[in-house]
């Protein structure tokens, strides 16, 4: 389902927000005592499928399925509300159907939010659960949805600045460096309201005034997964999953892990960084999933 931006004003949605299955009341999932185990490694790898999009044509970003259905398994029931502030491709909706969540994905480009639409339009829906992708700008999201009904916020917000800008391809090699993406500029849009357009200070500002706005949402010790690189600009380490952990506890959340996305079983045929005087932890090898959540005493 699609909501146009178009609507006179942002109205709450009927959407579901209660668990629906019959684990006891102070379980944070479903999962089995084995399945608790394995997510309890602090570093995670993912393999991607049929149904994901890897193509930087259609979305410069996106992560794997399997990342956002981990999270979701780990910290939601079924039948309660998962929310996406940066929804993108859509693959937060996808994870959300499959698992019997209700989830809503929110995006400023009317293009991803088609996306989004018709990904979901591939897969029946299971239940009554509800997955709703809403073109509107991610400061408007309190205007949807009721406070403390959000169980899990999980999402890859734009990535400041750093993809404005020409690819070099450094961590391709050889002729590999020189694909369709060599010299592209593959910033998700241009809309003045995208924080990819912004340096890191005015990010990092704006991160922590929406993700002020989206914590009432959270119920009490409700969870945030954060998916964010760090990256290597102008011979400077970009650190952004810094940022994000100062600009979200700077507005009340509480940092509970940092988990590891091991991308090395994704990556093939890596370039020469550095060599042979300066060494340089490549980023498309890892990125940063950071855990907070809304802690149980916050007002």
Partial sequence: MVIEARQPAPQLLDIGFERSCDCPPNHLNCLTPKEWLKAQLGVWQFFYEGRDIRDKDIHPATYPIALSSRCIELFTHRGELVLDPFVGSGTTLVSARDLSRNAVGFDLSPKYIELCRQRLSEQLPLGDCKQLAICADARSIPQYLRPETVSLI?????????LNRRRKNK????EERYNKQYQRVEQYSQDPRDLGLLPLDEYKQEMASIF????????PKAHCVV????????????????????ALRSVGYELRNIIIWDRTNIVNR??????????????????????????????
Avoid: C, K
Avoid at 171 to 174: P, T
Avoid at 230 to 237: A, I, K, N, P, Y
Avoid at 284 to 291: A, C, H, K, W
């Fill in 171 to 174: 961590s391709r090699r050889g």
């Fill in 270 to 299: 890596v370039g020469i960084f550095g060599w042979p005087s300066n060494y340089i932890t490549m980023g498309v090898t890892f990125e940063y999933l950071l855990d907070f959540w809304r802690p149980p005493d916050h007002e």
């Fill in 227 to 246: 998916n964010v690189p760090d990256m290597w600009w102008q011979d400077e380490r970009i650190t952004l999953h810094i940022a994000v952990v100062e």
């Fill in 212 to 219: 002020q706005g989206l914590l009432p949402l959270l119920r």
């Fill in 154 to 162: 999980v999402t890859s917000p734009p990535y400041e600045n750093l």
